[in-house]
Nanobody, 123 residues
Framework: QVQLVESGGGLVQAGGSLRLSCAASGRTSSSYAMGWFRQAPGKEREFVASISWSGTNTVYADSVKGRFTISRDNAKNTVYLQMNSLKPEDTAVYYC????????????????WGQGTQVTVSS
């Protein structure tokens, strides 16, 4: 089992920045790829970014490419999502997830999920 806890969400004005963190505990000795997803009210949960176990490979949704950066510190069992140039349409609950096999875009690939952290971007 892997437990994931997100933090760092909040209220920010458009054009601002936030950094989300996802702390992992439990079976962290396993080589898990990690992903960030988000879900806005009335919408389906969507892929934001993912990163391989080593941190060498990353994938981004087109909507955040060039504005968001995913990274990880395996010594701290923590994954980060740096979000710059935030837009009102980035408003959502952001979730981190762990995948034992791949760092794909599909939420169905991920085995473990955090509870989420709210990000609100005002215009």
């Amino acid at each position: 089992q892997v437990q994931l806890v997100e933090s760092g969400g909040g209220l920010v004005q458009a054009g601002g920045s936030l950094r989300l963190s996802c702390a992992a505990s439990g079976r962290t000795s396993s080589s898990y790829a990690m992903g960030w997803f988000r879900q806005a009210p009335g919408k389906e949960r969507e892929f934001v970014a993912s990163i391989s176990w080593s941190g060498t490979n990353t994938v981004y949704a087109d909507s955040v490419k060039g504005r968001f950066t995913i990274s990880r510190d395996n010594a701290k069992n923590t994954v980060y999502l740096q979000m710059n140039s935030l837009k009102p349409e980035d408003t959502a609950v952001y979730y981190c997830a762990a995948d034992s096999l791949r760092y794909g875009r599909s939420l169905y690939d991920y085995d473990y999920w955090g509870q989420g952290t709210q990000v609100t971007v005002s215009s």
